[in-house]
């Protein structure tokens, strides 16, 4: 049993996304300057568009992890794709759905994740663009 939501559109969101043919490639300037503005307006160390494939999510484009992929079993994102609203976690140990994710309780130690899902023009959440945080600082923790 998955332990995050499934779209019910999964099987044609998982059909467009791989029809686009993003999956794995190269990154590119215009995506990696979002990410650069999003950590920057936002003032958080971790931003990235996030595609949500079958069980894992995949990094288009990153700024401050390494990590190429992770899981989808420990993807905030596929939270975030399930949801028509940007998904906003101001504490992730106060969360019961994320305290005990591997990504918060061991690096990055993830305490604040804001994810607006990436939809095509037909409505279906493809992946995510996020923000986030070791700690509940973040610009969009504070306002809350």
């Not at 995050?4 to 059909?15: G, K, S, V």
């Not at 029809?19 to 307006?41: C, G, H, K, W």
């Amino acid at each position: 049993m998955a332990t995050y939501p499934i779209p019910p559109d999964e099987e044609d969101r998982l059909n467009l996304l791989h029809a686009l043919n993003i999956l794995d490639t190269p990154s590119e300037e215009a995506f990696d300057r979002i990410t650069r503005l999003v950590a920057l307006i936002l003032d958080v160390p971790i931003a990235l568009v996030s595609l949500v494939d079958t069980d894992r999510q995949w990094f288009k484009s990153r700024i401050g992890i390494d990590a190429n992929e992770t899981p989808r079993e420990v993807a905030f994102c596929a939270h975030a794709i399930a949801q028509t609203t940007p998904l906003i976690v101001t504490d992730t140990k106060q969360d019961s759905r994320f305290m005990s994710n591997a990504l918060v309780t061991g690096n990055p130690n993830i305490r604040f994740y804001a994810g607006v899902p990436l939809r095509s023009i037909g409505g279906l959440a493809i992946g995510t663009l996020c923000a986030i945080d070791s700690t509940c600082t973040g610009s969009l923790a504070t306002t809350n």
